[in-house]
């Protein structure tokens, strides 16, 4: 078929479309074709006026894709609780650019330990209703892509609010008092500064394995706090994850890996949420609460078709001004406080913590309810334009090497129509076969369709 030649106006005609900037295209319709960004985008790459490195999906979905350039303000003078003298570590994958929390310990008498928690003070910059605060709530969260990242606010607020990017810095501090069963017997938050050395989380690990402290007890004390929340019915889910990256010569998917640090630093972040939560509920202030209701079956085991039927039966995370329980973490009370650089509403937490520790008024539950429902709905657009350029660059992947064999097992069926997942690509497609969930097979991937965000999984047998 000999392909067309398009005017300049056709091709903005058509990259419209694709984008998602219009409802049809007289191009498309003069060729004979349909009128969906699909097929625009298929007919772009066609003519090579796209290259497969092209992601529209932030587009289509209104997410945006331009750098905050908004002026930073400096930090003001006020008095902070001085926490310099304990250690405080920041670990993260490598390569991480917005380290925005770190954790530390401190020993108590009775037997307590102090964790501390410390959270970039980007509240102390972004104050309600300000330009910053604005143009975050209208992004509702950074923009991760395999190709690049847009931040909800400008590089130069996170290079000036990073924790361990300076020798000191400024912090919103949450501090738990936990017994050797993980209780807590006295919460806290603070304005702090505080000292930050920064580690990988294979760093980290490796001070861990060599029975360093204070990765020994950090550890103790996130193993009895997760026992303590699936004592209360938290449901623990693993499924395998990857790292998708792509630049425009290709892309590359590589498993993430799972130190127990990785889960030592999650758990620490979890109680932070909780010991914000329980301040925030003690104190009348109206705060996102994390809610989520109750799972919808009791799924047991550790097969991936277990954890696979354990994720299905969780429902969505809902966020409102007054406390609920949070079913899937096993708490009573939960907030998201540890990523204000990243996620807007943990940015509405901290603005309300740090407004009722400096003696200004919070605001009320409707307008906290406001923002949470204008963040959500710009947020979810961010979430799945992420998602479906990490699946499109999967497929890239995918397709670079069409005679690799895959391991992948079956971890769900519907009649005739089972569910594969491919471990390695943390990738799941339908499969008609008959094989129940649990069956190990060995597939190739064939037919990538990028505009589409299809592939086929054929069987392997005899080699």
């Not at 310990?105 to 003070?121: C, F, N, Q, S």
């Not at 209208?138 to 130069?156: C, F, H, K, S, V």
């Not at 940015?347 to 959500?376: F, I, N, Y």
């Amino acid at each position: 078929m000999t392909l067309p030649e398009l005017t300049p106006a056709q091709r903005t005609d058509v990259e419209l479309l694709a984008r998602g900037k219009a409802e049809k295209s007289r191009t498309l319709r003069e060729l004979g074709q349909t009128e969906t960004p699909e097929a625009a985008h298929a007919l772009l790459l066609r003519l090579g006026l796209w290259t497969e490195a092209r992601t529209p999906y932030a587009d289509r979905l209104g997410a945006a894709l331009t750098p905050v350039t908004l002026p930073v303000p400096d930090f003001a003078e006020e008095a902070r609780l001085d926490l310099t003298h304990l250690e405080a570590f920041a670990i993260d994958d490598d390569g991480n650019r917005d380290p925005d929390d770190a954790v530390g310990i401190e020993a108590l008498p009775d037997g307590l330990t102090r964790l501390w928690v410390h959270v970039a003070d980007v509240s102390a910059l972004v104050t309600a209703d300000s330009p910053l605060d604005l143009e975050a709530r209208a992004r509702g969260a950074t923009l991760y892509l395999p190709d690049q990242t847009i931040g909800m606010l400008p590089d130069e607020l996170v290079e000036r609010t990073g924790l361990g990017l300076h020798d000191t810095m400024p912090a919103l501090s949450i501090s738990l008092d936990l017994d050797s069963d993980g209780n807590a017997d006295a919460v806290d938050v603070c304005l702090s500064r505080v000292r930050v050395t920064r580690l990988t989380y294979s760093q980290a690990q490796g001070r861990l394995d060599a029975g360093t402290e204070p990765f020994l007890t950090l550890a103790r004390l996130a193993r009895a706090s997760r026992d303590l929340r699936e004592s209360e019915g938290a449901l623990s889910i693993d499924l395998p994850e990857v790292r998708v990256k792509a630049d425009a010569h290709g892309a590359e998917v590589s498993p993430l890996p799972k130190p127990e640090m990785r889960f030592v630093v999650q758990e620490c972040m979890t109680l932070a949420g909780w010991g914000a939560a329980i301040y925030g509920d003690d104190h009348s202030i109206a705060l996102p609460f994390a809610t989520q209701d109750a799972p919808t079956r009791d799924v047991r085991g550790d097969t991936l078709p277990a954890q696979w039927a354990r994720r299905r039966t969780l429902a969505r995370t809902r966020f409102q001004p007054s406390p609920g329980p949070h079913h899937g973490m096993g708490l009573e009370l939960y907030v998201q406080a540890t990523s204000p650089m990243r996620r807007y509403l943990d940015l509405v937490v901290h603005q309300q913590l740090r407004s009722h520790l400096t003696g200004t008024e919070p605001l009320g539950g409707k307008a906290v309810a406001a923002r949470v429902a204008e963040a959500q709905m710009n947020a979810d657009a961010t979430r799945q334009a992420e998602r479906l350029s990490r699946k499109h660059h999967t497929l890239r992947y995918v397709a670079a090497q069409p005679d690799r064999v895959w391991d992948a097992v079956i971890v769900d069926r519907r009649g005739p129509q089972a569910t594969l997942l491919i471990p390695d690509l943390a990738y799941d497609l339908p499969l008609s076969t008959p094989a129940p969930a649990g069956t190990a097979l060995r597939v190739r991937l064939t037919d990538v369709d990028l505009p589409k965000l299809t592939v086929r999984a054929r069987i392997v047998t005899g080699e």
